[in-house]
């Protein structure tokens, strides 16, 4: 007996949960049919030949409220898809967990074709998976876009462009010291947008083949043949929008997008990295389908945690759901004193995240007047409720390279008449447009680098990184790439080789951090000595220790971190003293005293071209008077015994003198010609 002539059962369902499953003897269907105006209708094919094989009106079998639900009896889920339909129209079904049919990226399919899916049938043995809980003070975050991440030839991948080409990074990822991956949109969803395609008016040479394409070259041709603007379609190459919120991009599998996915995670998580799934929900999609749809992402998929959109998402509900207890959510911020009570979490899951702290450190990094304070404040703020996420770049603007080479977005290659994206990025060109052969530009381009990561590295948050920012990727002055599934976009791993220098500064800067618990603790610092160790925990200083001031005209500041409040093996940490000068004006000034049988010694400077490559302190009384410290560079000093102890992974500095030296071919002359060059330049 064949497939199509089997004998097929329908008996009433089950309301919960909503979706397709696959249970023994058939498959449960159970729909939300509160928007339809006529009966909906279920329609099931088999998968080899796309024969119909039944049709069900779920009107008729309605469970409880407007929720109706079949059990088909029967059938098998691995040989079968299905659609909803209302009338002569398909409807998508957003609880649809795996789309069926083709996986090819930027390809269009209508909605008749986009709206079928396989039911939940995914059986992926997860054995002794845990999840890792790390804390956000020990996290270092890391944001791509799963295609765009591996997809360039220079990548090294097998699967390029795939979940299973996150899994052969594993190794990057552990070697640049990262620990929670941070997905932009990963669900289903149609990249490639248009109302409707024209009829087809077939000239001799052009085939229904080229017609029936959905490649985007063919789809430019019906619409010219039409008399219409090649822009009424658009390629969404990052995914935001409407989606199938349900299901794993297609697109982003080998094969198998479900299982493929449950392998990604289960790998992370074997090296200690944890997955946050972007969703960013339409203000259409109803409370109840968006908490229905976390709960499978952590149920299902294993996933870490959540970045919400917390205008559409109800955050205070998930975040007292017991079945997202455990799981991180970051949105906008949290109302979580209101939360917790009032009583402190023992382990804080919830995290603030928005463009404040990114705005600040930009202002501050390229020296404007009057945000001393604000850089203060962004720098060492910390609740005691909920984490805060920081990023100095992310998907929706420059990427670090193009900070700090670029005044205005250069997106005329989206085909908007360079109208789109942010007109407000807080950058600086450092003294030319774009990219350019002067030797003193590209020198302090390198330099706002080097200060942009420790800014963000170092400050009382969770650091986010934006993938490919630790090896100089850039997009050529586009801020808002969303369309560009090409070289513009994708990460171009070659870069890797040609800025080695710059991937190994992010790696030694976050094992700094991660080694030290005084740079990323627990609580907030208190800024008092209440520990009566003859120190606060964090202190201010300014030209002189102990002396701050915060005028318009202020650029430099000293924070001091005090080891005694920080625990190393159960020993006290080093004391820190980082020294940030963003004027274009070298500055002089003072290292507070230590204790007795301690010196400071200089471990980075972020003026020279491998700024944690330098020969240690020789003179205990190198750093008593006054220091200098280069223009828009940043300083890092570590407490020492005086038994002429050395840092192990990263060596003391020696004290600059006489002449401020660069990259070979790149160096200034002395300290009049690089103030020279600095005025020449400093025109924002």
């Avoid at 809980?133 to 890391?142: A, P």
């Avoid at 790998?267 to 969703?279: A, D, P, R, T």
């Avoid at 005694?564 to 507070?592: I, Q």
Wanted: charged letters at 25%; proline letters at 5%.
């Amino acid at each position: 007996m064949s497939e199509h002539t089997i004998k097929i059962e329908i008996q009433q369902g089950q309301p919960l949960p909503l979706g397709a499953y696959g249970v023994p003897g058939g498959i449960r269907f159970a729909v939300d049919v509160t928007e339809s105006t006529e009966p909906t209708r279920l329609v099931i094919r088999a998968r080899k030949d796309g024969a119909q094989m039944c049709e069900v009106v779920m009107n008729d079998y309605r469970a409880c409220g407007s929720v109706c639900a079949v059990l088909v009896k029967g059938v098998r889920a691995d040989r079968i898809y299905y659609q909803y339909m209302r009338g002569n129209d398909v409807v998508e079904d957003i609880y649809g967990m795996k789309l069926y049919g083709g996986r090819r990226f930027g390809v269009y399919k209508p909605l008749k074709e986009r709206a079928a899916y396989e039911p939940w049938n995914c059986r992926f043995s997860w054995e002794d998976d845990r999840f890792p809980e790390l804390d956000f003070k020990d996290m270092i975050m890391y944001k791509l876009h799963v295609r765009g991440f591996t997809r360039h030839p220079s990548s090294g991948v097998r699967h390029k462009g795939t979940f299973l080409g996150i899994t052969e990074k594993i190794s990057y990822f552990k070697e640049l010291g990262v620990n929670a991956l941070v997905l932009m949109p990963a669900v289903d969803f149609a990249e490639l947008q248009i109302k409707e395609l024209p009829p087809a008016a077939l000239p001799p040479t052009i085939t229904p083949k080229t017609l029936k394409s959905g490649q985007p070259q063919d789809i430019s041709m019906r619409l010219s043949m039409a008399g219409r603007r090649e822009s009424e379609y658009q390629m969404n190459c990052w995914g935001y929008g409407n989606a199938q919120f349900f299901a794993p991009k297609g697109a982003y599998a080998f094969s198998e997008p479900c299982r493929e996915f449950c392998m990604m995670v289960k790998k992370l998580h074997e090296q200690g990295i944890e997955v946050i799934l972007e969703l960013l929900f339409p203000d259409t999609m109803a409370p109840g389908a968006i908490l229905d749809c976390l709960r499978h992402w952590r149920a299902n998929y294993h996933v870490d945690g959540f970045w919400l959109n917390r205008e559409i998402v109800p955050v205070d509900i998930a975040a007292k759901d017991p079945m997202l207890s455990g799981a991180k959510l970051i949105s906008a911020g949290f109302d979580a004193q209101r939360l917790y009570g009032g009583r402190v979490p023992p382990k804080k899951r919830l995290a603030a995240a928005g463009d404040d702290f990114q705005n600040t450190m930009r202002s501050f990094l390229k020296g404007d007047e009057g945000c001393l304070g604000a850089f203060c404040g962004q720098s060492t703020a910390m609740d005691v409720y909920q984490g805060s996420i920081h990023y100095i770049t992310s998907n929706n603007g420059f990427t670090l390279a193009d900070l700090v080479a670029y005044n205005d977005r250069h997106n005329e290659a989206n085909g908007e008449d360079n109208r789109d994206g942010s007109s407000y990025n807080v950058s600086w060109n450092c003294g030319a447009e774009g990219p350019t052969k002067k030797k003193h530009v590209r020198a302090l381009r390198r330099r706002q680098i080097y200060n942009a990561l420790l800014l963000l590295l170092f400050s009382q948050g969770t650091p986010m990184l934006y993938g490919g920012d630790e090896f100089g990727n850039s997009q050529q002055g586009n801020n808002n790439a969303y369309g560009q599934d090409n070289a513009l976009f994708w990460l171009n791993w070659n870069d890797l080789k040609k800025h080695r220098e710059l991937f190994d500064f992010v790696k030694k800067a976050i094992r700094l951090r991660q080694s030290h618990p005084v740079l990323h603790p627990s609580k907030p610092f208190r800024q008092t000595d209440y520990l009566s160790c003859g120190f606060p925990d964090l202190s201010l200083h300014g030209y002189q220790p102990w002396k701050t001031s915060f005028g318009r005209e202020d650029h430099y500041i000293g924070m001091m971190y005090c080891g005694k409040y920080a625990n190393v093996d159960g020993r006290n940490d080093r004391s820190f003293y980082f020294a940030y000068n963003m004027h274009w004006e070298k500055a002089l000034f003072s290292l507070p005293a230590l204790p007795k049988g301690q010196r400071w010694e200089k471990i980075a400077d972020t003026f020279l071209p491998e700024p944690f490559s330098c020969k240690p302190a020789q003179n205990e009384e190198l750093y008593s008077n006054q220091n200098e410290i280069a223009p828009r560079s940043i300083q890092i000093f570590m407490s020492a015994e005086h038994t002429g102890e050395k840092t192990a992974d990263i060596p003391g500095l020696k004290h600059l003198s006489g002449k401020f030296s660069g990259r070979e071919g790149e160096q200034c002359a002395d300290r009049t010609e690089l103030k020279a060059d600095c005025d020449r330049v400093h025109d924002h």
